[in-house]
């Protein structure tokens, strides 16, 4: 059973910046992508940013140039720097991992908060 475990949230204030870690566990098989997804209250749950297995990254329109995603696939781990920090970041951030099967199966952390300040 594929387990992801997040850690890093927490609250800071405008301009600061906090690290975001995500352990994947459970699986034998490879995580053909892993990344990061944030849900804040009353909206849809949006794309932060993603890793391919091999290096290809995408990222929200919202986040490039502040936030770098990071992985290690050895560990099954997947990092993400944020900078600048502004407080429309503000949001519970998910880990995700997809695992293609012939089909993709999509797995998510528990999520954590990240609270930005004025």
């Known amino acids: 059973q594929v387990q992801l475990v997040e850690s890093g949230g927490g609250l800071v204030q405008a301009g600061g910046s906090l690290r975001l870690s995500c352990a994947g566990s459970?699986?034998?098989?490879?995580?053909?992508?892993m990344g990061w997804f944030r849900q804040a209250p009353g909206k849809q749950r949006e794309l932060v940013a993603l890793?391919?297995?091999?290096?290809?990254?995408n990222y929200a329109d919202s986040v490039k140039g502040r936030f770098t995603i990071s992985r290690d696939n050895a560990k099954n781990t997947v990092t993400l720097q944020m900078n600048s920090l502004k407080p429309e970041d503000t949001a519970v951030y998910y880990c995700?991992?997809?695992?293609?099967?012939?089909?993709?199966?999509?797995?998510w952390g528990q999520g954590t908060q990240v609270t930005v300040s004025s």
């Open positions: 995700n991992a997809v695992v293609y099967l012939g089909t993709a199966y999509n797995f």
């Open positions: 459970g699986s034998t098989l490879r995580f053909e992508s």
């Open positions: 890793m391919s297995i091999g290096g290809s990254t």
